[in-house]
Nanobody, 126 residues
């Protein structure tokens, strides 16, 4: 079983930055793709970014492309989401997830992710 724990959320002013971390425990996720999703109040959970186990396949939602950067450190069993130029529309609970299926490319589909963290709140004030 895999446990994922997000950290790094908080409150920031528009234009600011935050770096989220996702630490995996229970077993290694070195061979798993990792993704970040978010859910704003009253909205459905949506895809933000994903990275393959090797880092060769990376995908971003259009809304964050150019502002967010996903990365991972397999030696530390940890994934990251660097978020720059934040705006109020980025306010949400952010979740990390792990996909244990080997795929040619990372997936945006929530149902394809097998393990989920509890989420970390990101609040951006204007």
């Amino acid at each position: 079983q895999v446990q994922l724990l997000e950290s790094g959320g908080g409150s920031v002013q528009a234009g600011g930055s935050l770096r989220l971390s996702c630490a995996a425990s229970g077993r290694t996720v070195t061979n798993y793709a990792m993704g970040w999703f978010r859910q704003a109040p009253g909205k459905e959970r949506e895809f933000v970014a994903a990275i393959s186990w090797s880092g060769r396949s990376i995908d971003y939602a259009d809304s964050v492309k150019g502002r967010f950067t996903i990365s991972r450190d397999n030696a530390q069993n940890t994934g990251y989401l660097q978020m720059n130029s934040l705006n109020s529309e980025d306010t949400a609970v952010y979740y990390c997830a792990a996909d244990r299926t080997v795929r040619m490319f990372v997936t945006r589909l929530i149902r394809n992710y097998d393990y989920w963290g509890q989420g970390t709140q990101v609040t951006v004030s204007s």
